[in-house]
């Protein structure tokens, strides 16, 4: 069947979900792709799509409703899926928990010769993914790319610009993601992602064995050691970030080493808070997560009574206020360490080069995931038409993407990306 659409978002009724297609129409009237562009819409409820879709005219100014496909799907009807999906040349995702309600997307469209991207932020889902479904999608020539959202494109493609720029060979990176946010609460369904991530977290270690054995072993110079807490003199009091960022930085430094013989950095992944109380929270939450998502009734404390559990920071039936998200800023700080160019012994006393890339910009949870997931679908589709250096398989942003082909694109969006050649 030929490809009726550019791209299908699908999920278009989650709260993420509309804030991609509110992002969507905004570019598209913004660079006059109305003619030339081609897009839908999919959700289980079209009753409730068409209402947001209305709500989203009238905040933006922009008539386009009535000339948009709108589609009925549901994950639990397979055809459903396959009747749209095979009219689109990508699928955005926009389900979660996508441990719970992914699989059957991105089967359906490897089914129907569709691209997929999702803005996963769970390890275990994306892990599962190239296991089951890599070997599937490179042999049918197509690209499923996930965690293109805020989990995990800055922290991913971040640390391959700073490689790009790095003035010698960088062996790791520190990653301090600083959220300014004044308290407010976040979007339930990103809790229940994350009680699903921690409940199956066990499974992890059996599964990164047998995905790291896909790639060519490699020894660092100097190995870097994971700190559970740390006071920093610039960031304060940072904890390692639970989300997927970490993980899928190695996936694509070992992919780009085995595939392309590119050296290999390390990263660790921080979330920084100036605030001790907000630090004990924060480990108090974990703590929570890790003992009671481990039994049946555990889990249902967590999703029952997610405002108690996560100390005010997820409320079930509470959206996030959008004039308040409009108030949030973030910062990612990406600070290398290495050697310089001419080093040919390589220790830990010489690596004496420290450069930095810093991205910031607003609400990075919502409003700047959808610029981010925005302009990563135009480049993936841009690279398809092209015929350019296309990657296929299940792969993560920093396989897919060169720096030079998402950075342009965030910086038109106002997230500011800046390398700093000396610290």
């Excluded at 369904?189 to 270690?205: C, D, I, S």
């Excluded at 599964?207 to 050691?225: A, D, G, I, N, T």
């Excluded at 780009?256 to 390390?266: K, T």
């Amino acid at each position: 069947m030929a490809k009726q659409f550019d791209l299908l978002i699908f999920g278009a009724t989650g709260f993420t979900g509309r804030f991609v297609v509110e992002r969507l129409v905004q570019t598209i009237e913004h660079y006059g792709l109305n003619d030339s562009f081609r897009w839908a819409v999919a959700a289980r409820n079209v009753v409730q799509l068409r209402r947001y879709l209305h709500e989203i005219e009238q905040y933006t100014g922009i008539k386009f409703v009535h000339k948009l496909d709108i589609f009925e799907t549901d994950i639990e009807r397979e055809q459903s899926l396959r009747n749209v999906f095979a009219r689109s040349k990508l699928v955005m995702n926009c389900v979660g928990p996508y441990s719970l309600l992914g699989e059957p997307v991105i089967k359906a469209c490897l089914d129907t010769d569709a691209h997929y991207m999702d803005l996963s932020g769970e390890p275990l889902f994306l892990e599962q993914m190239h296991l089951r479904y890599d070997r599937i999608a490179r042999e049918r020539q197509l690209c499923a790319v996930g965690s293109c959202g805020f989990d995990s494109i800055p922290s991913d493609i971040g640390i391959s610009y700073l490689k790009q720029k790095f003035p010698g060979r960088l062996n790791h990176a520190e990653h301090y993601l600083q959220l300014h946010t004044d308290g407010r609460k976040f979007n339930y369904a990103t809790w229940r992602a994350l009680v699903e991530g921690f409940k199956y977290r066990n499974q992890l270690r059996s599964m990164r064995e047998q995905l790291f054995s896909q790639y060519k072993p490699f020894s660092w110079p100097v190995q870097l050691k994971r700190r559970i807490f740390r006071r920093h003199d610039q960031f304060g009091y940072c904890i390692p970030f639970p989300g997927s960022d970490r993980s899928v930085v190695i996936r694509s430094q070992m992919q780009r080493y085995s595939e392309r013989g590119e050296l290999p950095a390390q990263c660790e992944v921080y979330f920084s808070l100036n605030n001790p109380i907000d630090i004990l929270k924060l480990v108090a939450m974990n703590y929570n997560l890790q003992l009671l998502s481990r039994f049946e009734k555990g889990e249902q404390l967590l999703l029952q009574y997610s405002s108690l559990m996560s100390f005010g920071t997820f409320e079930r039936n509470v959206l996030p206020d959008r004039q308040a998200l409009e108030t949030n800023r973030f910062k990612f700080t990406l600070i290398g360490y290495g050697w310089p160019n001419g080093i040919s012994t390589l220790t830990s006393d010489n690596m004496t080069q420290t450069s930095a890339v810093t991205i910031s910009g607003g609400d990075l949870a919502y409003i700047d995931t959808a610029k981010i997931a925005v302009q990563t679908a135009l480049a993936l589709l841009d690279k398809l038409k092209r015929n350019d250096n296309v990657h296929y398989g299940v792969i993560t942003p920093a396989v897919a993407f060169e720096p030079d082909e998402i950075v342009p694109r965030l910086r038109n969006e106002d997230i500011k990306i800046e390398f700093i050649t000396k610290l």
